[in-house]
Every structure is written in structure tokens, then in C-alpha cells.
């Protein structure tokens, strides 16, 4: 399996960069640099996370960043969604407005060809996913693009897709508490690169990881490391078809997701991803009994994102997370919890 974004398997993604009223583009310059200095290899942006008006400012802030250096480097950015306003965004995946994206993209990292292109958000309702891959797979073979892939995609989507388009790469969201197998699994039999991104849960849950994974945090601390970066570890982990894309809005952030597969992984790590993961199981089970199992996992990973206990959340009856679905089954070589939710929400974007 070829490993596209690099041997380190570690993209810094760039959404953070433009998306914030507030943004500094010498900082976020500044953090790019930081990561490709400690070795980041890999860099992820998209048309969608620009701000109003400026429709390429996260792409040509990578450019400007990386200089020459990104002919070294892997650049990935995504196109067919775009900023309509300040709260809103739209999809277009026609292979006309694709054409047009790539072409802009192409223009703004600088480029004769991009690194890898992915449709941002496949949406089935205005254009087919399939017309809209088989546009990018055009464009591949006229070598407008090294590669191509899909963002935000369900199992049914690329089922349909598998004898008619190769992917290279699936970005979907992925993070201990919210794992995506169906996609992991396809992206495995398929030869395509399983991206994941927010693979620390998002902006609002990376900085409290040590209270949502203490066993975890527990090894970090031993080892004198970051609990975020032992979660990196962890993700990558899962498959070696798993490659992750991660956000950093500080310098300190970005130098630390490099070399990440460098950090060691035993059975012991593995063991306290379980123990974190499924705690929360167990503590359920007392109060449903055991053929809860499918509830109690929906309702632990949705306890693992909000601030509220499983406990709390099982005896309000909330419901758990919308469409999902899970086997509660765990594969024991890994240690994690089997749970899919087909709804794959892009983060940093609804909100
Ligand atoms: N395809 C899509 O639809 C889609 C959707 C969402 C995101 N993405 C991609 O995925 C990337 C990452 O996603 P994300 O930013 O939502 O989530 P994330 O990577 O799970 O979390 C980002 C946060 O993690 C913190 N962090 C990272 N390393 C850390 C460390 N060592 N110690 C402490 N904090 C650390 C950062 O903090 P600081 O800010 O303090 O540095 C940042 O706020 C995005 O930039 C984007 O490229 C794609």
C-alpha cells in the first residue's frame, strides 16, 4: 500500500488558519514553518476554509509557508464546497466547478500539479458522487493531479464508487471516541489511504484528552510526553492504512505532531486505549444489562464529547448519537471499539 502523505503518516491541517475572525497570517506562518522544520512532510488545506471574499487565502498561506519547500513536500486541498458567507457554505461538484477549483488551486499553492485533490463533501443530491470522481480521475490522468480522493464520504458512497473510480485517499473524521470502521475497512481492501481528520476529537475536545482518556494520559506522563501525541500514536495505531491529519494554532502544537510514529507502541499503550475506551462500557452495563451494548457504546461516545457523564446521559434517556450504528463488537489485535456513524460532520465548519 502506498503511503501518500509521507512515511510519517502526520498531516498539519490548515482550517484553523483562515477560518477565525481573528486570524494572524504571521503566526499561522509561523506554525507552518515550525512543523515542516521538525519534519512535517505533509500539509492539508481547502478552498473551504477560506475566509469570505478570499476564496484561495488558506492555500496561498501554505504556499507562502512552505516556500520552495513544498515541491518536497505532500500538499493536499480539497474543492466543489465553498464559503458562501460568513455562516454559510455551498457544494458544487459539478466537473465543471471542479475543473475550476483545481485549475484556482493549481494557481494559488503555485503548482504544475497538485499532490492530492479531494472532493471536499460528496453530496449525492445536486451531482452523482460517481460523475463528480470520475471528473477528478480525469483530471488525474491529464496530470492536473497527482492523486485523488473523497472527503466526508459513507460506506454506501464508495461501495457504489469501488469498480468505477480509484481512489487514492479518504478523508473522513476519526478519533478513539468516534471511529469510522466500515471506511477503514474499505479504504484497507482497497488500497486507498484512510485520512482521518480532527483525529483528537476537535478543537473543543484536544485540550482536555487527559480527563477523557486518564489511562492514556497515564503512559503520556511516564513517558514524558504529551497526552495528544500518544492519541496521535494511537490513531495511527488502528491501521496501517491510517494516516491523520491534525490541527495545530501554535508553533508548540505543530513541532509536536511530528515524528509521532517515532514513539514507540506496545501492548501496554493498547491495553490502556482499551481500559479508556471501555470504562465507560463496563460502568453501563451494570445499569442496562448486557443487551444494551449497542446503546451503551452510542451513548459512551457521545459521553466522551459532551462534558456529561454516561451515567448522567442514561438516566435522562438523551438519545445517542443520530444514525449511528455499531457492532459493539471490538477487535481485540487493536483494542478499540467498533462504532460507526454515518453522519460525518465536518467540525470545523458547521459551527
Ligand atoms: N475534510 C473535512 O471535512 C475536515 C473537517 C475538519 C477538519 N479537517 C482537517 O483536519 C484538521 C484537524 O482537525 P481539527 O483541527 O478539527 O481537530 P484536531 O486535529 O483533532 O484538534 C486540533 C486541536 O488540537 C490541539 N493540539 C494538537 N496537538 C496538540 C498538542 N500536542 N498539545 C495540545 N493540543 C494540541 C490544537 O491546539 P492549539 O490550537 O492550541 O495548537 C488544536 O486546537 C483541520 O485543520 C483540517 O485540515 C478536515
Known amino acids: 500500500m502506498s503511503v501518500l502523505l509521507g512515511d510519517a503518516r502526520v498531516a498539519l491541517g490548515g482550517a484553523g488558519f483562515s477560518l477565525r475572525d481573528d486570524r494572524d497570517d504571521g503566526s499561522s506562518v509561523a506554525t507552518i514553518r515550525a512543523g515542516l522544520d521538525a519534519g512535517i512532510r505533509s500539509f492539508d488545506t481547502a478552498r473551504a476554509y477560506a475566509p469570505v471574499g478570499d476564496p484561495v487565502h488558506n492555500e496561498r498561506l501554505f504556499a507562502r509557508a512552505l516556500g520552495p519547500s513544498i515541491l518536497d513536500v505532500t500538499t493536499a486541498t480539497k474543492g466543489g464546497h465553498y464559503r ?20 484556482d488551486s493549481l494557481g494559488a499553492l503555485g503548482v504544475d500539479r497538485l499532490d492530492l485533490f479531494y472532493l471536499h463533501r460528496a453530496d449525492d443530491e445536486t451531482v452523482p458522487t460517481r460523475e463528480s470522481m470520475e471528473a477528478l480521475a480525469e483530471m488525474r490522468s491529464e496530470g492536473l493531479t497527482a492523486a485523488i480522493g473523497i472527503s466526508n464520504a ?19 473524521q476519526y478519533d478513539l471516541a468516534h471511529p469510522d470502521s466500515p471506511v477503514l475497512a474499505w479504504c484497507e481492501a482497497n488500497g486507498a489511504r484512510f485520512v482521518a481528520y480532527s483525529p483528537l476529537g476537535g ?5 482536555r484528552l487527559a480527563s477523557l482518556f486518564p489511562a492514556l494520559a497515564s503512559r503520556a506522563e511516564l513517558r514524558g510526553i504529551s497526552v495528544q501525541r500518544l492519541v496521535l500514536r494511537a490513531v495511527l495505531a488502528t491501521s496501517p492504512a491510517m494516516d491523520v491529519v491534525v490541527g495545530a494554532g501554535r508553533p508548540k502544537t505543530a513541532v509536536e505532531a511530528a ?14 486505549v482499551d481500559a479508556d475506551v471501555h470504562e465507560c462500557v463496563r460502568s453501563l452495563a451494570g ?14 461516545t457521545r459521553a466522551r464529547r459532551s462534558e456529561q457523564s454516561p451515567e448522567t446521559l442514561a438516566a435522562t434517556g438523551s438519545s445517542p448519537v443520530e444514525g449511528a450504528s455499531t457492532s459493539a463488537g471490538r ?16 467540525i470545523l465548519i458547521s459551527l
Do not use: F, K, M, Y
Not at 460506506?155 to 473522513?172: C, F, G, K, M, P
Not at 477487535?331 to 465536518?346: H, K, N
Open 287 to 300: 445499569l442496562r444489562g448486557t443487551n444494551g451494548s449497542a446503546t451503551v457504546a452510542r451513548t459512551c
Open 331 to 346: 477487535a481485540p489485535s487493536r483494542g478499540r471499539l467498533r462504532v460507526s456513524v454515518p453522519d460525518q460532520r465536518d
Open 259 to 272: 515524528s509521532v510514529l517515532d514513539e514507540p507502541w506496545t501492548a501496554d499503550d493498547a491495553s490502556a
Open 203 to 207: 478543537a473543543s475536545n484536544a485540550h
Open 154 to 172: 459513507s460506506i454506501d458512497q464508495l461501495e457504489r464508487l469501488t469498480s468505477h473510480v480509484s481512489i487514492d485517499a479518504v478523508q473522513n
Open 84 to 103: 458562501r458567507d460568513h455562516d454559510h457554505w455551498g457544494t458544487d461538484n459539478s466537473p465543471e466547478r471542479l475543473r475550476r477549483d483545481v485549475l
